[in-house]
């Protein structure tokens, strides 16, 4: 009830009076059915915007730390998250990860909407890096069809690091659905699950413009290790 108070009656109205979202492609979401929308990751407000101009219900997957903050700030981010039925996942890997990946598989076994991002954070500059399999693994397990999702200019309106964004007019460009179902059954197999996600990733790189970096993000982020000693 949160999620459609928040879109259409408290926030969502404002927020299209502000920042005018001019998006293309949006007949490309199917109107039923299992989808999983694929987007690059530019700011902390794509997971706003993507809802915003959706008319299903989209559930995303958020660090976790965004549930654990401090203080005023901290509680509101909490109660907007929760509201927003998105779900916190540990991206320290492993079985916390799965689980995540896991509640977004139910998600669309119930013929829902799953929002994720296939880089796996945000980027630090605004290139497009290398896809994470999860989004394979959740396309190849539920048979649901890809719709990839470009933002074209989040991180020029809210940059990383920065709480008040800049009043602009919001751009996003959707592309045709991608059926992974010649796949079926592979759901596992590491090369069909990588091949999967190198062709959302190239159609994330078509849609956007955006320059394409072979690398994952979180590397780029990792604090620079300390030499060796000689």
């Known amino acids: 009830m949160l999620y459609w108070l928040l879109k259409y009656v408290i926030l969502g109205p404002l927020l299209k009076l502000i920042f005018r979202p001019q998006v293309e492609g949006l007949h490309h979401v199917p109107a039923t059915g299992p989808v999983i929308l694929a987007s690059n990751h530019l700011s902390f407000s794509d997971s706003i915007f993507t809802p915003l101009i959706t008319a299903r219900k989209v559930t995303f997957v958020a660090k976790a730390e965004y549930f654990t903050g401090k203080g005023v700030k901290g509680w509101l981010t909490k109660m907007f998250f929760v509201g927003t039925g998105t779900i916190p996942v540990d991206r320290s890997g492993g079985q916390a990860a799965r689980a995540a990946l896991d509640t977004q598989l139910q998600v669309l076994r119930n013929g829902g909407v799953a929002g994720i991002y296939p880089e796996g954070t945000r ?35 809210q940059p990383p690091g920065k709480l008040i964004p800049r009043i602009d007019r919001v751009r996003i460009r959707f592309g045709a659905p991608l059926d992974f179902s010649r796949y079926a059954g592979l759901a596992g197999d590491r090369f069909v699950e990588r091949a999967v996600t190198d062709e959302i990733m190239y159609e994330l790189m078509e849609l956007s413009g955006r320059e394409y970096v072979d690398v994952y993000a979180q590397r780029l982020k990792a604090p620079v290790a300390a030499p060796l000693a000689a």
């Open 123 to 157: 980027s630090p500059d605004g290139r497009l890096y290398r896809g994470k399999t999860g989004v394979a693994r959740l396309a190849l397990e539920s048979g649901a069809v890809v719709v990839p999702v470009a933002m074209l200019n989040a991180d020029e309106i």
